[in-house]
């Protein structure tokens, strides 16, 4: 009988300096860095174990609201034994200071930037990759160990992040949930940073005015910012 994980990609944000964020972990037994993983329990439900693994591995407890179902993995060469695989989708509008939990060596935030064909997260030194979006599927199952080594990530965790990204990239135009690592509310800037990165393109090419026009029916103006200092405080909006 196959073993049921729950995997999640957790989305934050660095307000500081204005980075798109993905936590990844370093796995105690086969030392490989990858995303939050652990196994479903009996006496709870799925979203209930993805709630937990936030709350194990990074001390966070969060409503479910900030849970999303992404996909489900049950390739039979995902793992080394017969497992299958739920993934869910967490969002923070908050950065928390991360200490590894149960099964973890390291936790860290990663930054993400935009490669050609994938999505690249950094931190400090480390440096992996999504998988490329002409890799199939079942290609990269196939050849499993060959895209482990070259993306550096455990499991068919590359590809777990290729449909994440995804996910979230192809629905930014009617229902940009990812928004929501900014907080209840966030300025037009910001969200064009967001989009900027997961579009793979300059903001310098998200024009504020044009992009107020074509998003007016996603966002509310709820007021300004509130800061001290010189300059005019910005407009901020809510998901509608």
């Known amino acids: ?10 989305w934050s944000f660095n307000n500081k300096t204005k980075e798109l ?18 196994y479903l329990r ?9 709630l937990r693994l936030v709350r194990e591995k990074i001390g966070v407890d969060l409503p479910l609201v900030n849970t999303e179902q992404l996909a489900t993995f049950t390739d039979i060469h995902r793992a080394k034994k017969r497992e299958l695989a ?13 200490v590894p939990g149960y099964g973890a060596d390291d936790a860290q935030w990663f930054s993400v930037e935009s490669g050609s064909e994938n999505y690249l997260l950094r931190h400090g ?10 890799i ?8 499993s160990d060959l895209f482990k080594s070259l993306d550096g990530l455990i499991s068919d965790h590359a590809l777990i992040l290729r449909t994440a990204f995804n996910r979230i990239r192809n629905r930014l ?24 990165i997961l579009l793979r393109v300059p903001l310098s090419e998200i ?23 010189a300059g005019r405080p910005g407009k901020v909006y809510r998901l509608k």
């Not at 504020?208 to 966002?219: I, P, V």
Request: hydrophobic share 35%; no cysteine; net charge negative.
């Open 136 to 143: 199939d599927r079942n290609e990269f199952y196939l050849q």
């Open 207 to 229: 024009d504020n005015s044009n992009f107020r026009k074509t998003h007016k029916r996603l966002f509310l103006e709820v007021g300004t910012e509130n800061i001290k200092g």
């Open 1 to 10: 009988m196959a073993d049921i994980s729950i995997t999640n990609v957790i």
């Open 21 to 38: 964020l993905v936590l990844l972990l370093k796995n105690s037994e086969e030392q490989m860095w990858g995303l939050p993983t652990t």
């Open 125 to 134: 030194k480390l440096s992996f990759e999504t998988l490329d979006e002409d």
């Open 173 to 196: 135009d009617y229902s940009p949930t990812i928004l929501r690592i900014l907080g209840p509310t966030f300025t037009l800037k910001k969200a064009r940073i967001i989009y900027s």
């Open 42 to 50: 009996k006496t709870e439900n799925a979203e209930e174990s993805s």
């Open 86 to 98: 739920l993934t869910y989708m967490i969002y923070l509008p908050d950065m928390p200071k991360l």
